[in-house]
């Protein structure tokens, strides 16, 4: 069979790979993938930016493809499935309707509330004085998020007054969103641990993956702005038994049971962000409608189950028979980011290295690359996620930083301690 991904990211590009590894497929189309598709077994990029959704039908269409897969959050919210299906073309994802999940931050934190799932208190505003007003009362630190999609910059903690106050007046009044920042989403801080819980749903049907944690912020220690994710790991220690149950009880099987008497069919992955405090209870702190980035790279790097499989059940409605397995090795991922990033950065960098790893427990996956002059060169913020297993994060943490060193380009940073929590907790386990 055919199967086509959207998207050009390092998330993307972990797609491919895994999706080229089953016996069902004789070629993966990525539209438009990077230097790192272009180099897969069985892949072939199609130079169709993701936003382009006439011409990646036309795509599917003319290449008879018999699955695609979405890869990023925008193509979801203009309704890219929705226009797929409407041409009888499976397309894995939800609908326009339901991606409002991560959307938009208002519809997600109404939805919480009617569905009772537990999460941070809130108010929504569309008025600069109205949310200034509020802010004045408020405890802090507080939450500032633009209501759309921000690529993945719209969320500012605020220590203090000042500061929220000139996030809220940067979204409403500066519009540095756009569109996406015409409303915000101010909530209460959460004290604990995030974690990512990501799921294969058929709209009452849930196959959990591996957990996950990313570091969203771009400095060591967990400081500086927020980015799409400087790295992650796979599993998350945080995740037991005990609050695993919790999160499926509490939150996953409420979120799939509300969508579907809500009349919003979901089919496609459901990312829970989360955040776990001291006694092991969980709080949504945000819905992703596709699967994250980089969460990703590590968790494909340990699934062992034919990923094409998994997807397709989600169609025929056998997806409550699947069992996925996992190496039981972990794995970590580090990204390494133009510098500049999240800010302006510069595009163009020859990167080297990259045929120095060798190993069969590493690999690396490109997001922002591309070809020029037969050189592989930097075409983004976050350029490549360097993945390695073993035997625990600690093992796997060196190993991706011995591989993450052998890779230069001029500008290239990345942060050294992804991983920390869990590698603290291998050191004195409770």
Not at 56 to 71: K, Y
Request: hydrophobic fraction near 40%; charge should be negative; aromatic fraction near 6%.
């Amino acid at each position: 069979m055919k199967i086509l991904v959207i998207g050009g990211g390092g998330r993307e590009h972990a797609l491919v790979w895994k999706l080229a590894q089953s016996p069902l497929v004789s070629e993966v189309l990525v539209a438009p993938g990077n230097a790192g598709t272009l180099e897969e077994k069985k892949a072939r990029n199609i130079p169709i930016d993701s936003s382009n959704l006439d011409k990646l039908l036309e795509l599917a269409q003319v290449e008879m493809v018999d699955l695609t897969i979405v890869g990023p959050e925008q193509p979801l919210v203009d309704g890219v499935v929705d226009l797929f299906e409407a041409a009888g073309l499976k397309c894995f994802g939800p609908r326009a309707e339901a991606a409002q999940l991560e959307g938009s931050k208002a519809f997600s934190k109404e939805f919480l509330a009617r569905h009772n799932i537990p999460t941070a208190s809130y108010k929504s505003f569309e008025d600069l004085d109205e949310a200034l007003h509020y802010l004045r009362s408020s405890t802090f630190p507080v939450v500032v998020k633009a209501d759309g999609l921000a690529a993945g910059k719209g969320v500012i903690i605020a220590e203090t007054l000042d500061e929220a106050a000139d996030a809220v007046q940067s979204m409403l009044d500066d519009k540095v969103f756009g569109k996406a920042g015409s409303k915000v989403v101010i909530e209460e801080f959460l004290y604990g641990e995030e974690v990512s819980f990501i799921a294969i749903v058929d709209d009452t049907r849930i196959v959990p993956l591996a957990s996950s944690q990313d570091h969203k912020t771009r400095d060591e220690g967990d400081k500086g702005p927020n980015t799409g994710g400087m790295g992650a790991y796979s599993p998350a220690p945080v995740m037991t038994e005990k609050v695993y149950r919790k999160v499926m009880q509490e939150i996953i099987l409420p979120t799939v049971d509300g969508m579907h008497s809500d009349g919003m069919q979901y089919r496609g992955f459901l990312y829970a962000g989360l955040m776990i405090d001291h006694k092991g209870n969980p709080k949504v702190l945000e819905f992703n409608c596709r699967f994250g980035d980089p969460e990703t790279q590590p968790i494909l790097a340990r699934l062992k189950s034919d990923l094409v499989t998994l997807c397709l059940s989600a169609f025929n409605g056998s997806l409550d028979s699947e069992e996925v397995s996992w190496d039981l090795r972990a794995s970590v991922g580090v990204v390494i980011a133009s510098g500049g990033y999240p800010g302006s950065y510069k595009k163009g960098a020859i990167i080297s290295g990259l045929d120095n790893i060798s190993t069969e427990s590493s690999k690396v996956f490109h997001a922002g690359t591309t070809i020029e002059s037969n050189n592989v060169v930097t075409n983004g913020g976050r350029v490549l996620c360097v993945v390695a297993l073993g035997d625990s994060v600690t093992d796997a943490a060196l190993q991706a930083y011995k591989d993450t060193e052998k890779i230069h380009w001029d500008g290239a940073f990345y942060r050294r301690d992804i991983g920390y929590r869990a590698i603290e907790r291998e050191k004195t386990p409770e």
